[in-house]
């Protein structure tokens, strides 16, 4: 049983002086839309999607389970053009185990983004129902909401981006959302049982079933910049996604921010979360994955310290396993049923392992600095970052410094040095 405080005997201590810390900007590119509306009215506007829509047609737009900047304004101005076009839409969360495999649940996800039925003034109707609209080579059933089934149309709308654990010309985007999302958890925790490493040949075999099946009208695609922006919104009829899709997941992959540096010997994460990242913080930034998944950013991070969990991911902390050390307050903030739910679902039970808990942010980060081999203290290479869609801003130990001065072209330092603060209970304040 974890008690309130844990009490443990640690050779040497943990009070010594941490770094201090300065803060740096990265320098990325940065492609931005500043006028979301207009960009999809003008999507909307090309014959090839509003062909698509007739007028008193039932359309089913599915919305997932991610964080994606602007998601509830551009849902907005789907459903209003739909409207515009004669349409009756309604919302359905597209998203496989995630809000604990309920459907209030998801319901709950998709509020935390702002997207409710007030907001966007039609319905949400949200089930775990699915029916079986046809089958793979292999036999296995392809699964899809039941709403959805029933509806005359079909909408998406999804990020692009890399995905946490394959690689292929499709990997996080529409055509995941059109196999493993709108499959929910009894299409997803099926298709998991072929192993992740299949995905890039799997998944495109399911979205085609499920075009062929239903009315799937488009995608609306959305990709990125490196700070956390909407770069692109791109409306992609069912029939060209396969071949427009890699596309703009390779411009995600250009505008994905990353840690610029080769070595790490601890990185602190201020807040992992569901809508950071799947896997609660992007294995593509830390460059550190699940057990059973190579992998290689050219970047290596010796230990991980994660402090605290979003609201918006309601306890579900999927991806904690990748930490070292954590906080008592994070661990008395997950959610084991949504946790155990997800983890489960893709077969990756690694993900719902606990790190080393400790009382205090300051414990946390000090326990994972005092075991780095060969590695004094005060040696230590140490980053922070708010979580790993925020690192247009991030802090480095002074140690660090020299490198980060050597190349101006990726850094700028806009503090002086700094001490850590932290509060009475030696916790850190968390940014919004």
Known sequence: MIQDTINVEIAGGLDFALSKMVRVQQKFKAPRID???STIQKEF???SIKNKVSPDQKIAVGCGSRGIANIATITKVVIDELIKLGAKPFIFPCMGSHGAATADGQKQVLAGYGITEETMSVPIRATMETEIVGHLDDGTPVHMDKNAAHADGIVVINRIKPHTAFRGPTESGLTKMLAIGIGKINGASTYHQHGMDLFPTLLPKIRDVNINARNIL???GIVENAFDQTAVIEIIPAEQIQEKEPALQLLAKQNMPK?????IDVLVI???????SGAGFDPNITGRNRR???WNNGLHVKKIVVLSITPESHGNATGIGGADTTTMRLYRDINISATYANVITSMNLDGAAIPIIMN???????LAIRTVVKTKPEDCRVVRIKNTLSLGEIEVSQNMIDEVQKNPDLFKIISVAQD???DSDNNLHISD
């Open 360 to 366: 205090s942010d300051k414990d946390a980060i000090a």
């Open 218 to 220: 488009f995608g609306v």
């Open 45 to 47: 506007s090309r014959e």
């Open 270 to 276: 201020d807040e992992m979360g569901k809508n950071i």
């Open 35 to 37: 006028d979301i509306a």
């Open 420 to 422: 850590w603060k932290f």
């Open 259 to 263: 840690l610029n540096f080769s070595k």
């Open 292 to 294: 059973a998944v190579e």
